[in-house]
Antibody
Framework: QVQLVQSGAEVKKPGSSVKVSCKAS????????ITWVRQAPGQGLEWMGG????????NYAQKFQGRVTITADKSTSTAYMELSSLRSEDTAVYYC?????????????WGQGTLVTVSS | DIQMTQSPSSLSASVGDRVTITCRAS??????LNWYQQKPGKAPKLLIY???SLQSGVPSRFSGSGSGTDFTLTISSLQPEDFATYYC??????????FGQGTKLEIK
C-alpha cells in the first residue's frame, strides 16, 4: 500500500521560506517521480514541479522558476519542496503525489496536503 | 503553455443520472489526459489515466474517452458519493503539467 505522508501545517511571514516534506512508503521510491501541486483557498489545482529521485532531475513550472526547489533523499524515501520569497498569494494547501514518469504521466497516489499560511 | 478548458464549470444532477464533463486542450495532447476527483478537504484522487484507462479500484461507472484536443469523462449512473469537483490534467508536456479549472458536480 503506497502512502505519502506530508509534514504539518506552517505559518510563515512574507519574504521567508517554507520547506515541506513528503515521506513515501509501500513502493520503490526511486522507480517513480514525485510531483508537487498546490491549491489556494477555494481555487483549482496548480502544478508546481516534480523530481525523478533516481536521477535527481527536477523540473519546475515557469511560474515558480527561481523560487521553488524540489529535492529528494533516496535514503529516507522523502521528497522536499522549498518555496522562497513567500507572499500572501502563496497561502495554499500543498500536495505531493507519486508521478508515473516516462509514460502516461499521471499522479496516482497523493499525500494528505500541507496548509501553508503566509501572513504578517 | 497548453491550456485546459473544462465545461461546464458547475453541474447539478440527480442520483442515477448520466453525466458528461468535457475537457478541451489548446493543442493536441494525443491521449495524455488524466481525470481526478476531489472532495472538500481531501486530496485529489486519480480516476482515469491516458484518456480512457480506469485506475485500479475506481468503479466502472466512470469512463473516459477522447484524443487530440477533446476529451470526456462520463459517469454512467451517479451515486451519492460522486458529488465532488472533477479536474482534467494534461501530461503531454512534462515541463508544464496543466490542470483544467475544475467542474463542480452538485446534487440537484
Amino acid at each position: 500500500q503506497v502512502q505519502l505522508v506530508q509534514s504539518g501545517a506552517e505559518v510563515k511571514k512574507p519574504g521567508s521560506s517554507v520547506k515541506v516534506s513528503c515521506k513515501a512508503s509501500g513502493g520503490t521510491f526511486s522507480s517513480y517521480g514525485i510531483t508537487w501541486v498546490r491549491q489556494a483557498p477555494g481555487q483549482g489545482l496548480e502544478w508546481m514541479g516534480g523530481i525523478v529521485p533516481i536521477s535527481a532531475t527536477a523540473n519546475y513550472a515557469q511560474k515558480f522558476q527561481g523560487r521553488v526547489t524540489i529535492t529528494a533523499d533516496k535514503s529516507t524515501s522523502t521528497a522536499y519542496m522549498e518555496l522562497s520569497s513567500l507572499r500572501s498569494e502563496d497561502t495554499a494547501v500543498y500536495y505531493c503525489a507519486r508521478w508515473i514518469v516516462g509514460s502516461t504521466g499521471q499522479f496516482d497516489y497523493w499525500g494528505q496536503g500541507t496548509l501553508v499560511t503566509v501572513s504578517s | 503553455d497548453i491550456q485546459m478548458t473544462q465545461s461546464p464549470s458547475s453541474l447539478s444532477a440527480s442520483v442515477g443520472d448520466r453525466v458528461t464533463i468535457t475537457c478541451r486542450a489548446s493543442q493536441s495532447i494525443s491521449s495524455y489526459l488524466n481525470w481526478y476527483q476531489q472532495k472538500p478537504g481531501k486530496a485529489p484522487k486519480l480516476l482515469i489515466y491516458a484518456a480512457s484507462s480506469l485506475q485500479s479500484g475506481v468503479p466502472s461507472r466512470f469512463s473516459g474517452s477522447g484524443s487530440g484536443t477533446d476529451f470526456t469523462l462520463t459517469i454512467s449512473s451517479l451515486q451519492p458519493e460522486d458529488f465532488a469537483t472533477y479536474y482534467c490534467q494534461q501530461s503531454y508536456s512534462p515541463l508544464m503539467y496543466t490542470f483544467g479549472q475544475g467542474t463542480k458536480l452538485e446534487i440537484k
